[in-house]
């Protein structure tokens, strides 16, 4: 049985590979609901449930399927980090002011609260009962979440999730599941004579993890540890050795490639030597990747110390140049007036490391590189100050560079080369298009070290083949051969908007939203208006509500 349906899956697959493009989209969308005609009847069907069966949960928006639909609570902002807290703070204050005593579990993520099993039921029953929570849902194992007022009882397992369903005034999400606390039942000690794996008895009253996943803590909560760990305590909390306590900023580098100005500026100055792609328009056209990008930092983000955005001379009409943590940087503020007007990426990124004020740590983005879910700064450093950085299967041909190279592979030629040369070790695969994390004293010591690959990148102000990609590529492997950066892992995914499934592949992601970052990347192929609107509806869907960089 398992075999037939193997193949017929294996013929499914081969006949939707054989429809063209248009056809792959009408059955993609049709097998996920995603037709007009499907939201409508959906939306209907939910408004009836709503009006005669009920539907669980709070809030003023439906969603859901159509088997199970559900309430959200509409937000009109969102970080999830404080978002996080607010959880995490909701459920602290109503279990403790109800006399059962909670313990956070310092440093876990996603953050997990400890109850005895003395107490579990009567924390469910103040959960239930508050104002403050009764709007949660809970999610037991595989069981489908409820709402936490709808409980008749406590869960009978061990743990549970609560999160809150948060939806933007358009329906599209912004929290679920994805986002939870985790509460525990850990069973107390009450009497001698249970006996410590390692030797010895437990105290009355300490707590026991039991048959729960290891949560990289404790198994075990002594009396005394368990007054260290109730919050609002005055007990001194010491970071982690791998926590990342350092401020972290973020640059970006953009351009306006719709500007006439900029526009006729650069006409000027074509036709000074440059790779076979450096003077292609989707290098500078501007699909407003940048306010959604943004829209990521603050969705997924908001830990960052300040903002850098590097521009030639140019602002988005929506930025809101009055934010607190953002300041905009002018070419003319990093070079010489002899050495602007720069088109090339490479020379603007070579002097990055010289914006005034700039933290020692700071993250190096595109405006086509997206957050796409929670992610924390230990994601991009370790706790001993050492940069991450997210190595490609994508190989680096083993020749010399050449003149009609891609600009990408000729800088990786050129990186590898100069490693070679400087360390005798070599570099095989490029980098991912993830945010760059950097370090400043790495960058100027590279600089002082390899003046000349500096000086080279700023006088090609078009992309060259004789370019180093400093901070997607050369700073990481220097940093490696040194020391200062390890290679690591994040949950990543890339696509060409230009390619032909890419509706299907955006409905896909905005489905799962499993990458906590990913880069929608514009490779010179213009776009049809299907691309175009879906483009463009996947950015909206997925970060839907404004952040505070807009007017």
Same mark, same amino acid.
């Given at each position: 049985?398992?075999?037939?349906?193997?193949?017929?899956?294996?013929?499914?697959?081969?006949?939707?590979?054989?429809?063209?493009?248009?056809?792959?989209?009408?059955?993609?969308?049709?097998?996920?609901?995603?037709?007009?005609?499907?939201?409508?009847?959906?939306?209907?069907?939910?408004?009836?449930?709503?009006?005669?069966?009920?539907?669980?949960?709070?809030?003023?928006?439906?969603?859901?399927?159509?088997?199970?639909?559900?309430?959200?609570?509409?937000?009109?902002?969102?970080?999830?980090?404080?978002?996080?807290?607010?959880?995490?703070?909701?459920?602290?204050?109503?279990?403790?002011?109800?006399?059962?005593?909670?313990?956070?579990?310092?440093?876990?993520?996603?953050?997990?609260?400890?109850?005895?099993?003395?107490?579990?039921?009567?924390?469910?029953?103040?959960?239930?009962?508050? #104002?403050?929570?009764?709007?949660?849902?809970?999610?037991?194992?595989?069981?489908? +979440?409820?709402?936490?007022?709808?409980?008749?009882?406590?869960?009978?397992?061990?743990?549970?999730?609560?999160?809150?369903?948060?939806?933007?005034?358009?329906?599209?999400?912004?929290?679920?599941?994805?986002?939870?606390?985790?509460?525990?039942?850990?069973?107390?000690?009450?009497?001698?004579?249970?006996?410590?794996?390692?030797?010895?008895?437990?105290?009355?009253?300490?707590?026991?993890?039991?048959?729960?996943?290891?949560?990289?803590?404790?198994?075990?909560?002594?009396?005394?540890?368990?007054?260290?760990?109730?919050?609002?305590?005055?007990?001194?909390?010491?970071?982690?050795?791998?926590?990342?306590?350092?401020?972290?900023?973020?640059?970006?580098?953009?351009?306006?490639?719709?500007?006439?100005?900029?526009?006729?500026?650069?006409?000027?100055?074509?036709?000074?030597?440059?790779?076979?792609?450096?003077?292609?328009?989707?290098?500078?056209?501007?699909?407003?990747?940048?306010?959604?990008?943004?829209? =990521?930092?603050?969705?997924?983000?908001?830990?960052?110390?300040?903002?850098?955005?590097?521009?030639?001379?140019?602002?988005?009409?929506?930025?809101?140049?009055?934010? #607190?943590?953002?300041?905009?940087?002018?070419?003319?503020?990093?070079?010489?007036?002899?050495?602007?007007?720069?088109?090339?990426?490479?020379?603007?990124?070579?002097?990055?490391?010289?914006?005034?004020?700039?933290?020692?740590?700071?993250?190096?983005?595109?405006?086509?590189?997206?957050?796409?879910?929670?992610?924390?700064?230990?994601?991009?450093?370790?706790?001993?100050?050492?940069?991450?950085?997210?190595?490609?299967?994508?190989?680096?041909?083993?020749?010399?560079?050449?003149?009609?190279?891609?600009?990408?592979?000729?800088?990786?030629?050129?990186?590898?080369?100069?490693?070679?040369?400087?360390?005798?070790?070599?570099?095989?695969?490029?980098?991912?298009?993830?945010?760059?994390?950097?370090?400043?004293?790495?960058?100027?010591?590279?600089?002082?070290?390899?003046?000349?690959?500096?000086?080279?990148?700023?006088?090609?102000?078009?992309?060259?083949?004789?370019?180093? =990609?400093?901070?997607?590529?050369?700073?990481?492997?220097?940093?490696? +051969?040194?020391?200062?950066?390890?290679?690591?892992?994040?949950?990543?995914?890339?696509?060409?908007?230009?390619?032909?499934?890419?509706?299907?592949?955006?409905?896909?992601?905005?489905?799962?939203?499993?990458? +906590?970052?990913?880069?929608?990347?514009?490779?010179?192929?213009?776009?049809?208006?299907?691309?175009?609107?879906?483009?463009?509806?996947?950015?909206?869907?997925?970060?839907?509500?404004?952040?505070?960089?807009?007017?």
């Amino acid at each position: 049985m398992g075999g037939l349906k193997k193949r017929v899956g294996e013929l499914a697959q081969r006949l939707y590979r054989a429809l063209p493009a248009g056809g792959r989209r009408g059955v993609s969308a049709i097998i996920h609901g995603e037709t007009d005609a499907q939201r409508r009847l959906v939306e209907r069907v939910r408004t009836l449930r709503a009006g005669s069966l009920g539907v669980p949960g709070e809030g003023d928006q439906l969603g859901g399927s159509l088997l199970h639909p559900h309430r959200a609570e509409i937000a009109t902002s969102f970080d999830a980090h404080a978002h996080l807290e607010d959880l995490r703070g909701r459920i602290v204050e109503v279990l403790s002011e109800g006399t059962v005593p909670v313990h956070e579990l310092p440093g876990v993520r996603p953050c997990v609260l400890v109850v005895s099993d003395n107490d579990w039921s009567r924390a469910w029953t103040l959960l239930a009962g508050d #104002p403050r929570t009764r709007s949660l849902w809970a999610a037991e194992g595989r069981r489908r +979440a409820v709402p936490v007022s709808d409980a008749a009882e406590a869960p009978a397992g061990a743990e549970c999730l609560l999160f809150r369903r948060l939806v933007a005034p358009g329906g599209h999400v912004l929290a679920d599941e994805s986002m939870h606390v985790c509460l525990e039942r850990w069973s107390e000690v009450t009497q001698r004579g249970v006996r410590r794996v390692d030797g010895g008895e437990h105290e009355i009253g300490t707590l026991l993890r039991g048959e729960l996943e290891p949560n990289g803590y404790a198994s075990e909560l002594s009396p005394a540890v368990r007054a260290t760990l109730v919050p609002g305590t005055d007990a001194v909390r010491l970071p982690s050795i791998d926590a990342v306590t350092e401020p972290v900023d973020l640059v970006y580098t953009w351009v306006d490639g719709s500007d006439l100005a900029w526009l006729e500026k650069r006409a000027r100055w074509e036709g000074t030597g440059f790779t076979v792609d450096a003077q292609l328009a989707s290098r500078f056209v501007s699909h407003d990747e940048l306010r959604y990008s943004l829209r =990521s930092v603050e969705m997924y983000a908001n830990w960052f110390n300040h903002l850098y955005l590097v521009t030639d001379a140019q602002v988005p009409e929506w930025l809101n140049r009055e934010h #607190p943590r953002l300041t905009v940087v002018d070419h003319r503020d990093l070079f010489t007036e002899d050495e602007v007007p720069l088109f090339n990426s490479h020379a603007i990124e070579s002097r990055l490391h010289h914006i005034p004020g700039l933290s020692e740590r700071f993250i190096y983005l595109n405006d086509d590189v997206f957050f796409g879910s929670t992610v924390w700064p230990e994601d991009f450093y370790t706790g001993a100050g050492q940069a991450r950085f997210f190595p490609s299967r994508a190989t680096i041909d083993p020749g010399p560079s050449r003149p009609d190279d891609v600009s990408v592979t000729s800088a990786a030629k050129n990186n590898r080369d100069l490693l070679e040369r400087a360390l005798g070790r070599t570099i095989t695969t490029k980098l991912k298009h993830t945010p760059h994390a950097q370090l400043v004293s790495l960058l100027n010591e590279l600089e002082e070290r390899f003046p000349e690959v500096f000086e080279g990148n700023v006088r090609a102000r078009f992309r060259s083949h004789t370019d180093h =990609s400093v901070v997607s590529g050369l700073a990481q492997r220097y940093g490696a +051969a040194t020391g200062r950066a390890v290679v690591s892992r994040i949950a990543y995914n890339y696509a060409d908007i230009s390619r032909p499934d890419i509706e299907q592949v955006l409905a896909r992601w905005l489905r799962s939203r499993q990458f +906590a970052v990913f880069c929608l990347n514009d490779t010179g192929t213009a776009l049809d208006d299907a691309k175009a609107k879906a483009f463009d509806a996947y950015l909206r869907r997925y970060f839907p509500v404004a952040s505070g960089f807009e007017l």
